[in-house]
């Protein structure tokens, strides 16, 4: 495979404006019929209609109940996943899942779910916790912990990306919170005790994470992924800030698909969803790519690949797509595309759509109120189940934080882009982006070469 660095944005009109020659015929991800069509226009960007705001607004209170029952109130952390179709005992909490759960009770708290003090006496709790008691190393957290008393399980790594996720709710609640001094200290504190250049080693790119018995992960933050948030919060520290390099180590592959061309990787739906739940790509862009469009091509590129798998699986259509890690009647599976990954076999992933509400909203609310009307088995307490199988009849009994969470918090941006004016007052993500060039586009534009025309 090929890398290359763009050095024009992406744009919805053009998708990636790249010179054909840029990348070998022969080394490109092509479409299914390795064929190089000229681009097809991508769906306009709409309001939601009243019908559309108040289903959303259904779905949200619902994962709420998650984020909000699934939790200790004393420990703040919340579990990874839930049983919904039984009593659930499970006490595996994950801290992506509770990162999540922060940035929830403020979205909460906004729409008048929970009042203002029970949404500041859980952010207390939670805060102080991660602060006093909960085990870390170099300010990192352990992926899992036990709900209840916060040690370690499963023998889980020190995730970076996890910690990222979790801080980012730590962020949107310093901000939401903005005139409590208690959550304001609490917030700094644990955002500034974690030490980006120790995770960073001897390289520019972030390891997958550390366990006290192997040490560092050897894998690496290398290609397009979740990664952005990460390198973001670590360049945009104040205590121990990555260097600008970290930003321009990670390659930016393209790929392209029935004509539409976009940096991608070979990984499912969600890389292109969790770091713009938090971080706002609008409108601006680095030297490489604008990267919300991008996530808007790839999520109708995601949706075209389906239709295309609609002769393997008669369920799929432009009413039902969406394929992300998720369970499966075989357990938990990565799996999506293009080009198809994992065993796929006709499941729906609901988060798939939901937690691309932003980028596609006609196309992933028409699949969000098709799950809802027709399939109802896919619908409990919290929402939506994680997968379901229309084909074989088989329904998840579980949610998932993580997948939950990414529905949540989309769901409200798409709404009223909440989280992201929230996040974006944060100084640490405001330096993150401008340390890694980011600029509107109305600012001056980049050469080939990557630097500003003056």
Same mark, same amino acid.
């Given at each position: 495979?090929?890398?290359?660095?763009?050095?024009? =944005?992406?744009?919805?009109?053009?998708?990636?404006?790249?010179?054909?020659?840029?990348?070998?015929?022969?080394?490109? =991800?092509?479409?299914?019929?390795?064929?190089?069509?000229? /681009?097809?226009?991508?769906? /306009?960007? !709409?309001?939601?209609?009243?019908?559309?705001? @108040?289903? $959303?607004?259904?779905?949200?209170?619902?994962?709420?109940?998650?984020?909000?029952?699934?939790?200790?109130? @004393?420990?703040? %952390?919340?579990?990874?996943?839930?049983?919904?179709?039984?009593?659930?005992?499970?006490?595996?909490?994950?801290?992506?899942?509770?990162?999540?759960?922060?940035?929830?009770?403020?979205?909460?708290?906004?729409?008048?779910?929970?009042?203002?003090?029970?949404?500041? $006496?859980?952010?207390?709790?939670?805060?102080?916790?991660?602060?006093?008691?909960?085990?870390?190393?170099?300010?990192?957290?352990?992926?899992?912990?036990?709900?209840?008393?916060?040690?370690?399980?499963?023998?889980?790594?020190?995730?970076?990306?996890?910690?990222?996720?979790?801080?980012? &709710?730590?962020? !949107?609640?310093?901000?939401?919170?903005?005139?409590?001094?208690?959550?304001?200290?609490?917030?700094?504190?644990?955002?500034?005790?974690?030490?980006?250049t120790w995770l960073a080693e001897d390289t520019s790119l972030l390891s997958h994470g550390w366990t006290p018995e192997l040490g560092f992960i050897p894998s690496r933050?290398?290609?397009?992924?979740?990664?952005? +948030? +990460?390198?973001?919060?670590? +360049?945009?520290?104040?205590?121990?800030?990555?260097?600008?390099?970290?930003?321009?180590?990670?390659?930016?592959?393209?790929?392209?698909?029935?004509?539409?061309?976009?940096?991608?990787?070979?990984?499912? %739906?969600?890389?292109?969803?969790?770091?713009?739940?938090?971080?706002?790509?609008?409108?601006?862009?680095?030297?490489?790519?604008?990267?919300?469009?991008?996530?808007?091509?790839? !999520?109708?590129?995601?949706?075209?690949?389906?239709?295309?798998?609609?002769?393997?699986?008669?369920?799929?259509?432009?009413? %039902?797509?969406?394929?992300?890690?998720?369970?499966?009647?075989?357990?938990?599976?990565?799996?999506?595309?293009?080009?198809? +990954?994992?065993?796929?076999?006709?499941?729906?992933?609901?988060?798939?759509?939901?937690?691309?509400? /932003?980028?596609?909203?006609?196309?992933?609310?028409?699949?969000?109120?098709?799950?809802?009307?027709?399939?109802?088995?896919?619908?409990?307490?919290? &929402?939506?189940?994680?997968?379901?199988?229309? $084909?074989?009849?088989?329904?998840?009994?579980?949610?998932?934080?993580?997948? !939950?969470?990414?529905?949540?918090?989309?769901?409200?941006?798409?709404?009223? &882009?909440?989280?992201?004016?929230?996040?974006?007052?944060? =100084?640490?993500?405001?330096?993150?982006?401008?340390?890694?060039?980011?600029?509107?586009?109305?600012?001056?534009?980049?050469?080939?070469?990557?630097?500003?025309? @003056?």
């Amino acid at each position: 495979m090929a890398y290359l660095s763009l050095a024009l =944005p992406v744009s919805r009109g053009d998708a990636l404006r790249l010179a054909e020659e840029a990348l070998p015929q022969q080394q490109r =991800p092509e479409n299914a019929a390795g064929q190089h069509a000229q /681009p097809a226009p991508l769906p /306009p960007l !709409t309001t939601l209609s009243p019908e559309d705001e @108040q289903f $959303l607004d259904t779905l949200e209170r619902a994962n709420f109940l998650f984020f909000w029952e699934q939790a200790n109130p @004393q420990t703040g %952390l919340i579990k990874d996943r839930c049983d919904v179709r039984t009593k659930d005992t499970s006490v595996a909490a994950s801290i992506a899942s509770s990162g999540f759960g922060l940035t929830a009770i403020c979205i909460a708290e906004k729409r008048g779910f929970i009042s203002r003090a029970e949404a500041r $006496l859980r952010v207390v709790q939670s805060l102080a916790f991660l602060w006093h008691k909960l085990p870390t190393h170099r300010g990192f957290y352990f992926h899992f912990a036990n709900i209840n008393t916060g040690e370690r399980v499963w023998d889980s790594e020190v995730s970076s990306v996890d910690t990222a996720i979790l801080l980012c &709710g730590v962020l !949107t609640c310093r901000q939401h919170f903005i005139d409590d001094r208690d959550i304001a200290e609490l917030a700094h504190a644990i955002f500034d005790r974690v030490d980006w250049t120790w995770l960073a080693e001897d390289t520019s790119l972030l390891s997958h994470g550390w366990t006290p018995e192997l040490g560092f992960i050897p894998s690496r933050w290398d290609f397009y992924s979740e990664l952005m +948030m +990460m390198y973001l919060l670590g +360049m945009g520290s104040s205590s121990h800030p990555l260097n600008s390099d970290a930003w321009f180590a990670w390659k930016r592959t393209i790929f392209e698909y029935d004509g539409l061309r976009y940096i991608g990787s070979f990984a499912p %739906l969600f890389v292109h969803q969790y770091s713009q739940a938090w971080f706002d790509f609008r409108n601006k862009r680095d030297r490489y790519a604008d990267y919300f469009e991008n996530s808007a091509i790839a !999520t109708d590129v995601h949706r075209r690949f389906c239709l295309e798998l609609n002769e393997q699986f008669s369920d799929y259509s432009n009413a %039902l797509w969406g394929i992300t890690a998720s369970d499966s009647i075989r357990g938990y599976v990565v799996w999506g595309g293009p080009p198809a +990954m994992g065993p796929i076999d006709g499941t729906v992933v609901p988060c798939a759509a939901g937690g691309s509400l /932003p980028f596609l909203p006609d196309a992933t609310m028409r699949v969000l109120r098709t799950i809802h009307d027709h399939y109802p088995q896919a619908w409990c307490r919290y &929402g939506f189940v994680d997968a379901f199988n229309p $084909l074989t009849n088989w329904y998840d009994t579980d949610v998932i934080g993580i997948d !939950t969470g990414i529905m949540m918090v989309m769901a409200e941006n798409v709404r009223t &882009g909440f989280v992201w004016d929230t996040f974006m007052k944060n =100084p640490e993500a405001q330096r993150g982006m401008d340390v890694a060039g980011f600029r509107p586009y109305d600012a001056a534009p980049y050469s080939s070469a990557g630097s500003q025309l @003056q």
